[in-house]
């Protein structure tokens, strides 16, 4: 089965009731291919999360931008994976890079989330990725591949999952990587899931690029081949992510 392409938008920590409504009114407004063409995603934060599920159209989902790594109890601030569920969000975003860095979650702290969340029945975007220190040093592909198998060696079934290769340079940079990075990156990541994973889950897995996409650049990296869609920050917020979206044609027309 082909891979469907993928657009989340990431709206991190931003946003009023007013302003999201007005995101919510514009992404409802927009015209895009069908379901069986593009998945749509947005991030709104928490506390938004019942006023986005409400508003937004039915073909577009919602996903929470983080989780706790197990179920609730007395862990004050944090949000579980079963309250998701309870409120039907069906996808949460796990292990950004603004996470692992700034807040310290580790491989396997990822890895531990990503299974438990499975486990309750969400659907998880996973995000990997280098900084320009280890990009410089040349160790890209021993970096995500170790934040990979974090997730490998907790899960088995792959089928919920969509990984996100986000180099952390190119995030909030306006720097994005050029086509010719994401596919070397995308095509290892491919590989390594076919190793030591599966060929199926190798074939089948959603792999998504995310890094100062917008509107100007999104069709270029589309048409790459192992680029299955976009995790998007900054231009999520905007009108141009119905452009990001339709950049699922050029998959379309391929
Ligand atoms: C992100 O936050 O996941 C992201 C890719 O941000 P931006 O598009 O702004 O670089």
Not at 16 to 25: G, L, N, P, R, Y
Not at 97 to 124: T, W
Not at 172 to 190: C, I, N, S
């Amino acid at each position: 089965m082909g891979r469907t392409f993928f657009v989340g938008g990431n709206w991190k920590c931003n946003g009023t009731s007013e302003e999201i409504k007005k995101i919510v009114a514009t992404l409802n407004a927009g015209q895009v291919p069908s379901q069986d063409v593009v998945e749509v995603v947005v991030s709104p934060p928490y506390v938004f999360l019942p006023l986005v599920k409400n508003e937004l159209r039915s073909d577009f989902h919602v996903a929470a931008q983080n989780c706790w790594v197990k179920k609730g109890g007395a862990f004050t601030g944090e949000v579980s994976a079963d309250m998701l569920v309870n409120l039907g969000i069906p996808w949460v975003i796990l292990g950004h890079s603004e996470r692992r860095a700034i807040l310290g979650e580790s491989n396997e702290f990822v890895g531990d989330k990503v299974a438990y969340a499975l486990s309750q029945g969400l659907k998880v975007i996973a995000c990997v990725g280098e900084t320009l220190e280890q990009r410089e040093s040349g160790s890209t592909m021993d970096v995500v591949a170790a934040q990979t198998k974090a997730i490998a060696e907790r899960v088995k079934d792959w089928s919920n999952v969509v990984v996100a290769y986000e180099p952390v340079w190119a995030i909030g940079t306006g720097k994005v990587a050029t086509p010719a990075q994401a596919q070397e990156v995308h095509a290892e990541l491919r590989k390594w899931l076919q190793a030591n994973v599966s060929a199926e889950v190798a074939a089948s897995t959603r792999i998504i690029y995310g890094g100062s996409v917008s509107g100007a650049n999104c069709k270029e990296l589309a048409g790459q081949p192992d680029v299955d869609g976009f995790l998007v920050g900054g231009a999520s917020l905007k009108p141009e992510f119905i452009d990001i979206i339709k950049a699922a044609e050029v998959k379309k027309s391929a």
